[in-house]
């Protein structure tokens, strides 16, 4: 039962990251056009 937990978690935590790795590359796209 534990490991289901672990998998759950692994799988949140995963999209998690990827979505913010997604947010930080707009972000820092934002910025280099920002500063030129």
Same mark, same amino acid.
Request: aromatic share 8%; charged share 10%; net charge negative.
């Given at each position: 039962?534990?490991?289901?937990?672990?998998?759950?978690?692994?799988?949140? %935590? %995963?999209?998690?990251?990827?979505?913010?790795?997604?947010?930080?590359?707009? %972000?820092?796209?934002?910025?280099?056009?920002?500063?030129?």
């Amino acid at each position: 039962m534990e490991q289901f937990f672990l998998l759950v978690f692994l799988a949140l %935590g %995963g999209s998690g990251l990827a979505g913010s790795v997604k947010v930080i590359n707009q %972000g820092n796209e934002a910025l280099v056009e920002t500063l030129g």
